[in-house]
C-alpha cells in the first residue's frame, strides 16, 4: 500500500501560478506511474498529467503547454507546476499512482478574481 500526502493549493488569482507537491511513502518500490487527477463537483474526475519512473510524460489537451509534472525518484515526490492558471482549472487536486491503486486526499486549487 502506498500513502499520498498532497501540498500546495490555494486560491490564486487568472493568470498566475502554483505548484503542487505529492509525497509518497510506504510501498514506494510498487510506484511505477505518478499522476495528478482532477475533480470538480457534478463531474468525473479526469486526468491532468502523469509521468513515468523513466520521466515519460502525458498531459490532458487543457492543460498542455501551460502545466508540467516532474518526479524526484529519490524523494517519491511528484510535482505538478501550473501557469497561466484560468478559472476553468479550479477543482480538487488529487494524486495518484499506478493509475489509481492510491490517491492522496486532495488539495484545492481556485482560481478567481
Known amino acids: 500500500q502506498v500513502q499520498l500526502v498532497e501540498s500546495g493549493g490555494g486560491l490564486v488569482q487568472p493568470g498566475g501560478s502554483l505548484r503542487l507537491s505529492c509525497a509518497a511513502s510506504g510501498n514506494i518500490f510498487s510506484i511505477h506511474v505518478m499522476g495528478w487527477y482532477r475533480q470538480v463537483p457534478g463531474k468525473q474526475r479526469e486526468l491532468v498529467a502523469t509521468?513515468?519512473?523513466?520521466?515519460?510524460?502525458n498531459y490532458a489537451t487543457s492543460v498542455k503547454g501551460r502545466f508540467t509534472i516532474s518526479r524526484d525518484n529519490a524523494r517519491n515526490t511528484v510535482y505538478l507546476q501550473m501557469n497561466s492558471l484560468k478559472p476553468e482549472d479550479t477543482a480538487v487536486y488529487y494524486c495518484?499512482?499506478?493509475?489509481?491503486?492510491?490517491w492522496g486526499q486532495g488539495t484545492q486549487v481556485v482560481v478567481s478574481s
Open positions: 509521468i513515468t519512473r523513466a520521466g515519460s510524460t
Open positions: 495518484t499512482v499506478n493509475y489509481g491503486s492510491s
